[in-house]
């Protein structure tokens, strides 16, 4: 009898870290769909084939439910490696009506937000050497407050990594440590992948994969933002609630121009996949 | 609008209200969420001018049956709550928020 030539054709497993991630998810309380799954594995299959996964400490997309995209994918540079944050993001005030699959998590200005227990400290994050990305899906409405980062309220100039909305309605800027200067990117009511990255001698603000502003002043390489409740998410450490939708966000290593253009790609396909926008 | 009001209405006239309550009915809340509550949903209020607490009246979607904040609420003194909350209309009380610090 010949041999059934699929006995012959490997088969693929579900990625580890996406398999650790359901586990997470549903014993959060999430329910994981196969096209989610599916979905998670993919990303990091992506990360792992651009050699970016190292770049990462902690990333969420917003999938498993209400419950589930309150577990981030990432936690920590590796999945064997020490990991860092909370292992839940904890949610202040968002309800299950703030969350669908293809809404992604909407919030409101002043009172809703998550906080992920992520230190710069604890990750060794640096000045020199830190990113802050999210997929802002609508922006929000009142001016100057934080998408994503930290911020340690140690004074002027503050050392503080977010991304802001600048204006109502108005897309993303970076803050960063050294100066007081604002990095933006000047143009009016734009949603999309906003990655803010400071290399040693450069900070730029990635849109969708491409720098829309940056700036060359030497940043420092000391650690900062050890304060509780460590990284903020529609917010930073210390406040600064803004309303809009977000698709996901990640913290982690500065990433080259390369690097955000692969990142955009990657958390591109995942939302195309899951019928996010 | 009454409280008994908002907790029969749906999550879109949720979100045109807020609760608004004294420092004590807060803390009293907060002692709860730590019996019952879990991190996947935190009631956190937001201090207004005149010292009290506000919430968005969406809170009140994840106290019944199935909701995340359930357990917590059949297990509070619910006439304090209902005596003790004025609902506000969302952006009047967002008005009593305290202006942030510049950036």
Redesign the interface.
């Given at each position: 009898m010949p041999m059934n030539h699929r006995l012959l054709v490997p088969r693929q497993t579900t990625h580890p870290e996406a398999l650790a991630w359901k586990s997470a998810a549903v014993a959060n309380g999430g329910t994981v769909s196969g096209s989610e799954l599916n979905a998670v594995d993919r990303m990091f299959r992506s990360l792992d084939s651009q050699g970016l996964r190292s770049s990462f400490c902690r990333i969420n997309l917003f999938v498993g439910g209400f419950n589930g995209a309150l577990v981030p994918q990432v936690r920590g540079f590796s999945r064997s490696g020490t990991q860092y944050g909370n292992a839940t993001d904890t949610n202040s005030n968002f309800v299950s009506g703030d969350y669908s699959l293809p809404t992604g998590l909407t919030s409101l200005v002043t009172t809703k937000c998550l906080t992920t227990g992520l230190t710069m400290s604890a990750a060794g994050l640096l000045q020199d050497s830190v990113h802050v990305s999210t997929w802002v899906l609508t922006a929000g409405t009142t001016a100057d407050r934080s998408y994503a980062g930290w911020d340690d309220g140690s004074g002027t100039p503050r050392p503080v990594f977010r991304l802001r909305n600048r204006l109502a309605g108005v897309g993303a800027r970076w803050t960063y440590g050294l100066t007081s200067t604002n990095l933006q990117d000047g143009v009016d009511g734009r949603t999309g992948w906003f990655c803010g990255s400071n290399q040693s001698t450069r900070c730029d603000l990635f849109w969708n994969g491409a720098s829309v502003a940056s700036v060359g002043s030497p940043m420092s390489t000391s650690t900062q933002s050890a304060m509780p409740p460590g990284a903020g998410v529609f917010c930073d450490t210390l406040g600064s609630i803004t309303d809009g939708r977000l698709g996901m966000y990640s913290f982690g290593l500065q990433l080259s121009a390369a690097q955000a253009a692969a990142a955009y790609s990657i958390f591109s396909a995942f939302l195309t996949a899951i019928g996010r926008s | 609008m009454t409280l008994q009001q908002l907790l029969a209405a749906d999550?879109d006239t949720l979100?045109q209200w807020s609760l608004v309550f004294p420092a004590a009915l807060a803390q009293a809340t907060s002692e709860k969420w730590q019996q019952y509550g879990s991190?996947?949903?935190?009631?956190?209020p937001?201090l207004l001018t005149d010292g009290r607490y506000m919430?968005?009246a969406?809170?009140l979607?994840?106290v019944a049956p199935g909701?995340?904040l359930r357990a917590m609420w059949v297990n509070s003194d619910l006439e304090a709550i209902e005596a003790g909350t004025e609902v506000m209309a969302w952006n009047d009380a967002?008005a009593m928020?305290p202006v942030?610090e510049p950036?």
């Open positions: - | 999550i979100r991190t996947n949903c935190v009631p956190v937001v919430l968005c969406d809170v979607s994840e909701g995340l967002v928020i942030s950036l």
